[in-house]
């Protein structure tokens, strides 16, 4: 089952333009992660953001929690061509059966020149 | 070199073959895992290891069967493939624990069964 949904599914945009993918999960975190992952690669890690954070910065990328909402939302600041490619929220859920890392189905984001 | 290596990169088997597909890290992390992703599915993990001889089913371990020798590999065997089992395997590595912090991927093994 994917503790994490990401919303929109696919996104398309203009280079310079800002992206917002968001990420929904349904219960309690100890921290959430974005990863990006470029066609045929594997999953790059970008940020985590602990449950007791509400905002974080990473160069052009921006990370907001709402653990009230169960929502987050991953900003990608004047995109790049670069950027293309698909983003993925992952959780690390607080739960009695294990502390397993769930991924969501991912946004697929494609930044046109 | 230095990272996280997966081989084959791509494979393709018949139905009720066995298969392994292999995982090599360099960094010493003592936390391994494995993906499959599927359309529609996102990644789903299918085993861990905390350790060296210390293994523990995900969400998806029907199938597969691991094994962890030494630190740096962590090889993952599909004992009678399916073709339910076609799909793309990711392997990772951690220096703590399972969403404890960041997971280094390898590249990927693209493993279709016939």
């Known amino acids: 089952s994917q503790q994490g949904e990401e919303d929109p599914q696919a996104l398309s945009i203009q280079e310079g333009e800002n992206a917002t993918m968001n990420c929904s999960y349904k219960?309690?975190?100890?921290?959430l992660q974005w990863y990006r992952q470029n066609s045929g690669r594997g999953l790059v890690h970008l940020i985590l953001i602990r449950s007791n954070e509400r905002e974080k910065h990473s160069g052009r990328l921006r990370v907001t929690l709402d653990t009230s909402k169960k929502s987050s939302s991953l900003l990608i600041t004047a995109s790049r061509a670069a950027d293309t490619a698909s983003y993925f929220c992952?959780?690390?859920?607080?739960?009695?059966?294990?502390?397993?890392?769930?991924f969501g189905g991912g946004t697929r984001l494609m930044v046109k020149p | 070199d230095a990272g996280i290596t997966q081989s084959p990169r791509y494979k393709i088997t018949e139905t009720g073959r066995q298969v392994t597909l292999m995982c090599h890290q360099t960094w010493s992390h003592s936390y391994m895992f494995w993906y499959r992703q599927d359309l529609g599915h996102g990644l789903r993990l299918i085993y861990y290891s905390a350790a060296a001889d210390i293994t523990d089913k995900g969400e998806v371990p029907d199938g597969y069967v691991v094994s962890r020798s030494k630190t740096e590999n962590f090889p993952l065997t599909l004992e009678s493939a399916t073709r339910s089992q076609t799909s793309v395997y990711f392997c990772a590595s951690s220096e703590t624990g399972q969403g404890a912090g960041e997971q280094y991927f390898g590249p990927g093994t693209r493993l279709t069964v016939t």
């Open positions: 992952a959780t690390d859920p607080r739960s009695d059966a294990g502390n397993m890392l769930t």
């Open positions: 219960t309690s975190i100890n921290n």
